[in-house]
């Protein structure tokens, strides 16, 4: 066809990137929902810094004069941090099986229905190592099916066309993992991360996909 009507042939080819765009944000972007409601162990400052325990904690003279006042359900309301409070039931600066998560790597993927009945919590570098398979893998699907369908395009039409296709789906990507660790104090999660991006790099590397180098970079940047 782009041999013999060009201009119908470019109009496919454009009806085609509006329909896999419309296709992949849709589908990654209720997979994004779908990952958002697991549960994350929640580390705050005291993770980082160390925390005395409650009992051994003295208590100001401000605190004290206070507590003289104030009957202590309400005194807990003001003041959280006097309040004792069971362990976290996870050790911050331990690796322990998280290792796990860059020795499998070809783990399967969690399925949009199997995150959202998830309870079991979970460390950030779990999302965040299932969303990025999962994008880079349909990435490297969609760029070799391009390069081969549309094969009397130019190297440079045919990463116009993927990035057409996929650029809002990346947007989604790092918003994700803004969201990731954006705040977040668990050095370990960051680093295993890192990890996980880096060998993203290498894989796209082997397949020869250079479209998706610049949002790998991004989450370089990000993390």
Not at 10 to 37: P, V
Not at 78 to 93: G, Q, R, T
Not at 96 to 105: D, F, M, P
Not at 166 to 190: E, N
């Amino acid at each position: 066809m782009a041999g013999h009507h060009v201009q119908l042939a470019d109009e496919i080819g454009q009806a085609y990137i509006n329909t896999m765009r419309w296709y992949y944000l849709s589908h990654f972007t209720r997979y994004h929902k779908s990952l958002e409601k697991l549960r994350l162990h929640v580390m705050d400052k005291h993770d980082v810094v160390g925390q005395e325990e409650p009992a051994r904690r003295s208590m100001s003279p401000v605190h004290s004069g206070l507590k003289k006042k104030i009957p202590t359900d309400i005194l807990d309301n003001l003041i959280p941090s006097l309040k004792s409070s069971a362990p976290p039931s996870y050790d911050a600066f331990n690796i322990g099986r998280r290792i796990e998560t860059l020795k499998n790597r070809t783990a399967p993927i969690l399925t949009a229905n199997q995150a959202e009945e998830s309870r079991t919590p979970h460390y950030p570098e779990i999302p965040f190592r299932h969303f990025n398979a999962a994008l880079t893998e349909n990435a490297s699907s969609e760029y070799s099916f391009i390069t081969e369908f549309f094969s009397h395009k130019t190297y440079d039409q045919a990463s116009t066309m993927f990035h057409q296709i996929f650029d809002p789906t990346f947007t989604l990507g790092r918003t994700f993992t803004k969201s990731l660790m954006g705040s977040t104090l668990d050095c370990l999660g960051v680093l295993l991360c890192v990890r996980l991006n880096q060998y993203s790099a290498f894989e796209m590397q082997k397949r020869r996909i250079p479209t998706t180098d610049a949002y790998i970079n991004a989450m370089n940047m990000l993390l």
